[in-house]
Structures are given as structure tokens and as C-alpha cells.
């Protein structure tokens, strides 16, 4: 080494080493561990014992607790999921430290619970426990085949034709319609059960029903939609054929319609059995109707807001 490298090092203070530096780093193999897969049985969700309040406050636990909800449910388990579904529903609505926001699933699996179980005053309870869900239309669906059950005609009514404005190829909302006014009529019958409308509404509904069905694009080619579309038919026809039984005439709600004056028309409307139903929700049903049928409409109908 020259005598000007050894002053730079001792400047610098260094004192190299060629042994000092590392050529090649070695690779260090971790020691193989054996693996076990994580066995899942059926049901697995249900081996806890905190309670439901505790559950819902852990980070996996209210997932954990939806599919013990969902699980109980698809075996029939129908007052145990019931049970925690309401547990469910309650600390989300009520404890802030719960990081869920949206109960939207787990409520309509206690509603079906509660109709299945006839526990009415629970279903009522869930019924109006949450109406904001309207991006989801099939919540309406869901509301119409519930609100009869517990006697709310008129909001079944008011939602069938929410969800018929979406999805105006769903027959299934036509036949609902017409159980509600069967229903309707049953429960608060009139003294003539020839001028009760709602009979001749239900007919009009059920006919509504089997035209979308046999004017819907069905892949007849294939056998299990060929199978569906026959069962289905059968099924509305069958029950276009009671309300025939029934005394129900389409043909009769219109001629009473185009009869009706603004005068005497609550008195009239409370005779026909309709005074629990929005009159506008009548209206549009008529008009609906006529303007299927080719027929002259009032103004005051033609007012009423098209689907």
C-alpha cells in the first residue's frame, strides 16, 4: 500500500479488511411445519356461548351470527333464527358501538320466520320498522305478500303498484293484488256482495296477471321453463276461475267507474267496499286497465300518472 492510501485511511479512520466484507450472501431455508386445513362442519357457526350483545360488538362476529341466522332458517329452525335475527335487528338499532349499518337481509328472514311461526304482532312490528330500503325493489315484493297478513290492504296495495311500476313483466304482483282485495273483502264484507268491488277488482287483477303471462317471451325450446311457464299458467288460470266463482267482472268495476261523479263519490266509494284503499291507487288500476282495453277516459283519469 502506498504511503497515500495509508494516509486516506488513517484520515478517515478505516482499517480495511478483505475479510471483512461479506462476497455472497447465504440463503436461509425456514424448517418446514406441517400444515393443517381448517375443517369446517356444518353448523360450525353455532359453537359460541357469548351472547348476542357480545357477538355483535367482535369483529367477525355479527357475520358469524348472520349465518347461524341463515343456517337455522334453511332447517326450518324458524323461532330460533326468529330469536336471533330480533337479537340481530335490536343491538344494530340500538348500541352505537356496533360497526353494522344495514339490516336489510336479516330482516326479511325474520319477517318469513315470524309469517311461517303466525306471530303476527312481530311481523307487524317488522313491517314498519324500516321502510327506507327503496333502491331495493324486491323489498316491495316482499311487503306485498306481508302486509295482508297482518291487515294493512291498503298498504299492500299501495306497494304492489310501487313495484309493478319497476318490474312490469312480474305477473306474481297481479295475483297478489287480487288476494288483497279478496282479503280485504272477507274481513269488512258489505251488504251486497254483488256491489263490492273489490270481487270485480280481483277478476281485473287475475286477468292482468295471465295476459303478461301469455304475452311474456318465454325460451319454450327449453323443458324446465316450458315446465314453469304451464304450471304458472295453470296456477293463474285456476284462480282467475275463483274469483269468476266469486262474482267478480272486470267489465262491472269499469262500468261503475265511468258512473262515478265528484258529488257523491266517497258515498259511492264507501258502498263498493273501496274506502280503505287510496282512491288514486283505484284510479290508476282503471286506467291500466281502459287503456289496454282501447277506452275513453275522463280527464280527471287521464290525470293520474301514467306507469
Not at 112 to 137: F, G, I, P, Y
Not at 273 to 291: C, H, P, R, T
Request: with cysteine; net charge negative; glycine share 4%.
Amino acid at each position: 500500500m502506498s504511503l497515500q492510501e495509508e494516509e486516506q485511511d488513517s484520515l478517515f479512520g478505516f482499517d480495511f479488511d478483505e475479510d471483512d466484507f461479506e462476497t455472497k450472501k447465504e440463503r436461509v431455508i425456514p424448517e418446514q411445519m406441517n400444515y393443517e386445513a381448517k375443517i369446517e362442519t356444518d353448523g360450525w357457526f353455532h359453537d359460541n356461548i357469548k351472547s348476542v350483545d357480545d357477538l355483535m360488538l367482535e369483529q367477525h362476529g355479527p357475520n358469524k351470527l348472520k349465518n347461524a341466522i341463515e343456517h337455522d332458517y334453511f332447517y326450518k329452525r324458524y323461532d330460533k333464527a326468529l330469536t336471533l335475527a330480533l337479537g340481530y335487528i335490536r343491538v344494530v338499532k340500538t348500541n352505537e358501538q356496533c360497526k353494522v349499518t344495514g339490516t336489510k337481509e336479516i330482516t326479511d328472514i325474520a319477517m318469513h320466520c315470524a309469517a311461517k311461526l303466525n306471530r303476527l304482532d312481530t311481523l307487524e312490528e317488522l313491517l314498519d320498522l324500516d321502510k327506507s330500503h327503496t333502491q331495493d325493489v324486491g323489498i316491495y315484493l316482499l311487503r306485498a305478500k306481508f302486509y295482508p297478513l297482518v291487515g294493512c290492504y291498503s298498504e299492500a296495495l299501495d306497494t304492489c303498484i310501487v313495484y309493478h311500476k319497476a318490474r312490469k313483466l312480474d305477473y306474481r304482483i297481479w295475483s297478489i293484488m287480487a288476494d288483497v282485495f279478496i282479503k280485504s273483502a272477507l274481513r269488512t264484507p258489505i251488504d251486497s256482495i254483488h256491489d263490492d268491488m273489490r270481487y270485480h277488482l280481483a277478476n281485473l287483477s287475475m286477468q292482468r296477471a295471465v295476459h303478461i303471462v301469455k304475452t311474456s317471451r318465454w325460451k319454450k325450446n327449453i323443458d324446465f321453463v316450458k315446465r314453469r311457464l304451464e304450471k304458472d299458467l295453470q296456477g293463474l288460470e285456476n284462480k282467475l276461475q275463483q274469483t269468476v266463482d266469486q262474482g267478480g267482472n272486470a267489465d262491472k268495476f269499469v262500468t261503475w267507474m265511468s258512473s262515478i261523479s265528484g258529488a257523491n263519490q266517497d258515498k259511492v266509494v264507501a258502498t263498493a267496499g273501496l274506502s280503505e284503499f287510496g282512491w288514486q291507487n283505484v284510479v290508476w288500476i282503471y286506467k291500466d286497465w281502459a287503456l289496454r282495453q282501447d277506452l275513453d277516459l275522463d280527464d280527471d283519469i287521464k290525470a293520474v300518472k301514467d306507469m
